[in-house]
């Protein structure tokens, strides 16, 4: 743009100067020359090596310069598009990955202390019943083909005793299982009498003394009480004579008395079991 001004310029000088009139062009030269002043000093020319020289502009064409002085100033040139850089990865991240900080815990409330807890008290199972060897008598009381009774079987018993105990006592004073012993505490006979208040009573007799045979037990012959004296006659052997029992009441809820079994007479007491 610097070195387009002054050709312009001087393009312009050299159309006025040929345009001129005639007149102009016929003045003195040397009146010319004396009424300029005295020359400019002449600066002394720098080395060249400290001074760059620029390429000498062609000389300019007088149609272009007019063409271009009616066309106005240039356009200011448009920028070369920048040359397409190549595909480049993408710079790596070599830091650590953040560690996310922990959440906050919520404090729990206070729960209030829990009662304290009783231990159970371990109870061992019942030992297993025992196998029995040999068949079980119903006068063995002390044995049980059976296991031990539960608690549902005991409550039901209660309950049984309990009903016998309110029914036996709306009987009479002899109802109930009685045992026949003698002078040395051995037992004799068991009895056991039916007394409801109102009929004689009614009875069956056992003999502990031949447990296991046939002829050991029976049925009461005849059972006569008057007052305090009770009488009892029963046959305990087949083809043998009668057994009899003649006893009294005593204060304490016995009977005491005589039995003649056989020809032959012994004391005995009746307790009830």
Known sequence: ?????????????????????????????????????????????????????????????????????AEGPPSPPEPEPAPASAFTLPPVNHAPPATPSPAPVPELPTLPRPPSVITPV??????PHPTLTAPTHVDETGRSPEAPPTTTDLSYESRMRSSFASAQGLQGPLDGAWTL??????????????????????????????????????????????GGELIVSFYPRRGEGVTTLVLKASLDGTWSGELEEGGRRRAVVLRRD
């Open 122 to 127: 371990y109870t061992p199972p019942p030992p």
């Open 181 to 226: 012993r003698g002078g040395e505490g051995a037992a004799l006979y068991t009895l056991q009498l039916v007394d409801n208040g109102l009929e004689p009573p009614e009875g069956a007799w056992r003999d502990p003394r031949r447990r296991g045979a046939t002829d050991s037990s029976g049925f009461l012959s005849a059972i006569q009480r008057t």
């Open 1 to 69: 743009m610097r070195l387009r001004l002054p050709l312009l310029q001087a393009a312009l000088a050299l159309a006025l100067a040929a345009h001129a009139p005639a007149s102009a062009q016929e003045a003195d030269p040397i009146a010319a020359l004396l009424d300029q002043g005295p020359p400019a000093p002449v600066a002394e020319p720098a080395p060249a090596e400290s001074i760059p020289t620029a390429p000498a502009a062609p000389a300019a064409d007088p149609e272009t310069v007019d063409a271009e002085a």
